[in-house]
């Protein structure tokens, strides 16, 4: 049994067995469970509001003031693209840069579209929660700039 790691979730039956000189026995059980809680995002009802971003810009989304483990546990985020209700690798440009901290950079003209990103929150693969969010990734069209001398 180890409690310090989460591997060690589960309930554990704990023996204690003492003999004294004589050799009489005496046995003692007791049970201790070790739980796990899964991470939240908080509060109740927290939604990343949907982004709208031009090719060659970049965002970035700090989660870490909206994401609780009451068991206080180290937190792994995971990024998947949603297509046809599955979840799929999200593009390159979506990254986690740091623990909590997304990281939107779309740099060519196949990132332009719409996605629907989940962001997964996890301390161990099985305690994990999920939310939603669309992006919008456009490309502006160039333009000319007014009273620009014209050069031959």
């Not at 031009?54 to 985020?77: A, G, H, K, R």
């Not at 997304?102 to 099985?126: C, H, L, M, Q």
């Not at 490309?139 to 031959?152: E, G, I, R």
């Amino acid at each position: 049994m180890d409690p310090s790691t989460l591997k060690g979730t589960s309930t554990h039956i704990i023996l204690m067995r003492i003999r004294d000189l004589c050799g009489l026995l005496t046995d003692y059980s007791f049970t201790v469970d070790v739980f796990n809680t899964a991470p939240k995002f908080t509060p109740v009802g927290f939604a990343v509001r949907n982004v709208e971003i031009t090719m060659n810009s970049v965002i970035e989304i700090d989660l870490n003031p909206n994401i609780n483990d009451i068991d206080d546990d180290p937190i792994q985020i995971a990024l998947a693209q949603m297509i046809n209700s599955s979840p799929i690798a999200a593009p390159a440009m979506f990254s986690v840069i740091s623990p909590g901290i997304i990281n939107i950079k779309p740099t060519t003209f196949a990132d332009v579209g719409s996605y629907k990103i989940r962001v997964e929150i996890y301390d161990y693969p099985t305690y994990s929660s999920f939310i939603y969010f669309d992006v919008k990734v456009t490309n502006t069209a160039p333009v000319f700039l007014k009273n620009q001398a014209m050069k031959n």
